[in-house]
């Protein structure tokens, strides 16, 4: 994965995180997730595996809007294609 399409995904983290509608816990979650991801002084596989152990954590917060669970799971997925690399 490019760290441009690392940065495409920052951007849509940060979409989410601008969102006044998810709880704030959720979205300070987030905000970790994409500073994992944007870490360039790590390899890409392991910002990805970073990023994805804190969407799998926030991913369990019953207080999640499901439009944001959906989405947590599809940057996931995107993700996992980069720590197989």
Sequence with gaps: MSDDR????????????DDGD??????????????????ESKPESERAANTINVLNDVSDD????????????????KLETVTME
């Design 6 to 17: 690392m940065r495409e995904i920052a951007d849509e983290l940060q979409d989410v995180i």
């Design 22 to 39: 998810v709880p704030q816990n959720v979205r300070a979650s987030l905000k970790e997730a994409r500073e994992h991801l944007l870490d």
């Design 62 to 77: 019953p207080n999640l809007p499901m439009h944001v669970r959906t989405f947590i799971w599809n940057v996931s997925g």
